[in-house]
């Protein structure tokens, strides 16, 4: 089976969404015939509603049924892919951490139940997709940030736990993703240091030249540009809340300003001053 890695900047970017606090990436039916065989993971949680059918979600290799109104959790960094025996519609909600962070919810510090029925819960899920999709609703950014705070609370009151361990501890059957799913955890952690190979690959229990060939494999990308790629959409959200180049640059890693814009130019195809204006 084939694994894809799919980060929160990517599904922005498909889209077109700039600070948005979550991403549902439409409607998508599955019958028997197209489950795929395809499956994949990122650092952000994800939701999936089954609004009509019946299916399973593997999660890290374990198969959870959902049906009609139940709702799969898929928690950071866990491999996943959706399928069905006959035929479901199911709506999936990508959650921006950053955002939940900033709300003082930490879903890294949490496992969410894989599976929640809930009526209550179905009913804050169907808003968010209702905000989500109006084009004519006033104030739809701050709508959608209320009603994902709600769906969040609900989550972290009642179908979470605190982790008892880092996810980095984990003995799973195939550490090479344990290791690379580690590295992008600690990057995302420290991405404002001065980061090394070593240092990073030291954090994720192996040696860089073993990361460096298994997390180009797993993400599509080297551990550098993973690096300055996720520092540009860091450096993007404080250019959006009021903060200078200069200042935004340094808080997110950069001690080149030169390096920093050519970066950034080379990840988001503007210049940070163009950027910053618009």
Request: glycine share 4%; charged share 25%.
């Amino acid at each position: 089976m084939n694994i894809r890695y799919d980060s929160f900047e990517l599904y922005k970017s498909i889209k077109n969404i700039e600070d948005f606090p979550c991403i549902i990436y439409g409607e998508i039916k599955k019958t028997r015939l197209n489950n795929g065989e395809c499956a994949n993971w990122h650092e952000s949680p994800e939701i999936q509603l089954c609004t009509h059918g019946c299916g399973y979600v593997i999660i890290d290799g374990e198969k959870y049924n959902i049906q009609k109104d139940s709702a799969a959790v898929v928690n950071a960094n866990q491999i996943h892919y959706t399928c069905t025996e006959s035929e479901m519609i199911y709506y999936p909600l990508i959650i921006d951490t950053t955002f939940c962070k900033s709300a003082g919810i930490d879903l890294s510090q949490l496992r969410l139940n894989p599976v929640i029925n809930s009526e209550k819960f179905t009913g804050l899920f169907r808003r968010i997709i209702n905000i989500y999709n109006s084009n004519e609703i006033a104030y739809q950014k701050a709508k959608l940030q209320t009603a994902l705070l709600e769906l969040l609370i609900e989550i972290a009151e009642h179908y979470s736990e605190l982790k008892s361990t880092p996810d980095c501890n984990i003995k799973r059957s195939d550490a090479v993703f344990s290791q690379v799913k580690c590295a992008a955890q600690f990057i995302r952690e420290h991405y404002s240091e001065k980061l090394s190979l070593e240092y990073i690959a030291k954090n994720a229990l192996t040696d860089r030249y073993r990361l460096s060939r298994n997390f180009k494999e797993l993400t599509g990308q080297t551990v550098v540009e993973f690096i300055n790629n996720y520092r540009c959409e860091r450096v993007k959200e404080l250019l959006r809340g009021g903060a200078s180049v200069s200042a935004a640059a340094a808080q997110c890693g950069f001690s080149n300003m030169s390096f920093f814009t050519k970066t950034f130019r080379k990840y988001t195809g503007r210049l940070p001053s163009d950027y910053k204006r618009k």
